[in-house]
Each structure stands twice: as C-alpha cells, then as structure tokens.
C-alpha cells in the first residue's frame, strides 16, 4: 500500500496534468455536438474491432462444436428425405424396393485406406451404437462402403474401393441393374458389369443403388458413367462408374439402418429352403 502512495506522491504532477485533461476532454465532447459524434463515432469502431476480432477467436474454438451440429442437423433431414422417398413409392404403387424405414447414424472416420487392392475404413461408431454388419455406409454425395464387422465403439468398413466389394447397382431411370465392382486400377472409378447390350446407356449417365439388397435402399447416388464398351462375351457393358465421393478427403458418413432387413432375410431363407 505505501508503494502505491509513493507512486502518487512521485508523480502527482502528471496524474493531475492527465486527470484534468481528460476532464477537459469531456466537457469538449459535451458542449460540441461535433466532437461528441466524432468521438462516438471512433468509439464503435474500436470497440466493433474489438468484438468483431473476439467473436473470430471464439468462433475458431467453437468449430468442432459448430461441425458437429451441422452433422445432426443433416443426419435428421437426410433421414427425413430418405424416408420420404419410400413413402412417395409407396403412394403411387411403384414398390420395386422392399424397403420403408430406415434409420440413420452420423459417424466421423478415424482411419481411411485407399491405395492398396482391398481397402477399408474405421468409424468411430459400433455395437453400443447400433452399428452392425452389413449396414451400408454412405455420405451426402453417395456411397462409401459396407460395415464388415464392429466392436464395442468402432466399425471396420470395406470401401467400395475393395476388390472384394460387389454392390447393386444400376443406371437411373432404367430397369437395367448389374453389380458394381473394382478393378484396382483408379481411385476416382469403380466399374459396373452385367449391363445387357440391349441396354440404352451413354456417357455421363447417373448410377445408383439398385435396392435388390437389404443393405443400400433403391435410389442411393453412386456416379456418372465416364466410359463404357462391350466385354469379352460381347453381350454386356463394362462400364466405368466416375464416383461422387472423393474417397480419399472423406470425414464424416452415415450409417445406413434398415429397420425391416431381419424380417426380409428370415423370408428369404424361406424361400431358399
């Protein structure tokens, strides 16, 4: 405490040359209208610099939170949107997919391969999640891949850049479907076989998912055709399928729930036997 009043003693001249110059400002600022707007004036723009540069700060910390809600606010409408879908089939009768509900999950990838000729992907999503096998996983521009097997809080995903990978597919506004497939060769491409040459296809044409499975419903976007021709047999297309997803910037994906999948394979497996 007594520094304090050293320091005031010390300097007594200048807190009072300081104390009435800032008085002296004031009644300026009072007494002209001018001065005063001037000085209101500076006064927003510091103090709007100040809380414009804070709002910044606070929102670059707050960017993972910000993501994150935009993930469920997708989640909600894609699982709306998909939903309705079926719902508009079913009105008008055009039931050539067994599906009519669906639940979504939101997943971030923690671990993604996609040079090697079996590629997978880890999401940070499992079996307390309700993530199973089979499921299919997508993003909004498309498919990513299947859920091959899960833990607790993980799933492993084998990419739709796997050679092993085979999914329904076919050309959009047709009822021509094949398999899609991967020939290892390019990362932005897979390829779709079993096309009949009958078939009216040409560059530039959308693929989806076929919905002749219980893991990716009908409608699902997979790519646009970049090439095709004839295969050995000469009967059917090999096509190349440009895919929508850059599978090598992918972060977050939906995991595609089929509420009825258990009941379809039960009366498949009927069927069969």
């Known amino acids: 405490m007594q520094q304090i009043v050293n320091f005031l003693i010390r300097n007594k001249s200048f807190i009072s040359f300081l ?36 709002n910044k700060v606070s929102d670059y910390f707050h960017l993972k939170e910000y993501n994150e809600q935009l993930v469920e606010e997708n989640l909600r409408l894609r699982k709306q949107l998909l939903n309705l879908k079926t719902e ?9 997919s067994l599906f009519t509900d669906y639940n979504l999950y939101a997943a971030s990838i923690i671990k993604n391969s996609f040079n090697k000729p079996r590629n997978y992907l880890l999401i940070d999503k499992g079996a307390q999640d309700s993530v199973q096998q089979d499921m299919g996983v997508i993003t909004s521009k498309g498919i990513v891949g299947i859920v091959e097997n899960t833990s607790s809080n993980y799933a492993n995903v084998q990419s739709v850049l796997n050679s092993l990978s085979e999914i329904n597919a076919s050309v959009k506004n047709t009822n021509n479907f094949g398999s899609l497939k991967w020939n290892g060769k390019n990362i932005n491409s897979v390829q779709l076989v079993d096309i009949l040459r009958s078939a009216n296809v040409k560059i530039g044409d959308t693929i ?36 929508f997803n850059d599978m090598t910037t992918l972060d ?8 009825n999948k258990e009941e379809i394979l039960n009366l498949e497996n009927t069927i069969d036997e």
Not at 88 to 96: A, G, K
Not at 235 to 242: E, R, S
């Open 252 to 259: 977050h994906v939906y995991v595609i729930e089929n509420l």
């Open 208 to 243: 989806i998912t076929g919905g002749m499975s219980s893991i990716f419903p009908k409608g699902i976007p997979i790519g646009t055709i970049e090439n095709f021709d004839l295969d050995v047999s000469q009967n059917y297309y090999l096509i190349d399928v440009k895919l």
């Open 88 to 96: 508009i089939q079913d009105s008008v009768l055009l039931t050539d």
């Open 19 to 54: 104390l009435l110059f800032c008085f002296s400002l004031f009644l300026t600022f009072q007494s002209h209208s001018y001065q005063k707007a001037k000085f209101v004036k500076s006064a927003n723009w510091v103090s709007g610099l100040v809380y414009n540069n804070s």
